[in-house]
């Protein structure tokens, strides 16, 4: 491979890597901001969000029955 060839690829590498860094960078503006600064995790900022909603509850129990079903079809 000559010279001209490599200077081409590592170009081409080169955008392709700038091309990524960028998609990255949008990527992490989609990203939920980080935990607040008093450290409480964010599943506990979430914690009884569907409190009292009945489609919840609905998914729940139809969860449960399914799991339920599949014990009893093991051998």
């Not at 939920?32 to 600064?37: F, H, I, K, L, V």
């Not at 450290?39 to 029955?65: K, M, S, T």
């Amino acid at each position: 491979m000559s010279m001209s060839q490599k200077a081409l690829q590592l170009d081409g590498i080169a955008h392709r890597l700038t091309l990524v860094e960028k998609e990255v960078s949008q990527l992490r503006q989609m990203l939920p901001p980080q935990p607040a600064a008093d450290g409480e995790p964010w599943y506990l900022r979430h914690a009884g969000r569907f409190a009292g909603d009945l489609e919840f509850l609905e998914v729940i129990c139809l969860g449960q029955g399914i799991r339920r079903d599949n014990r009893s079809e093991e051998p």
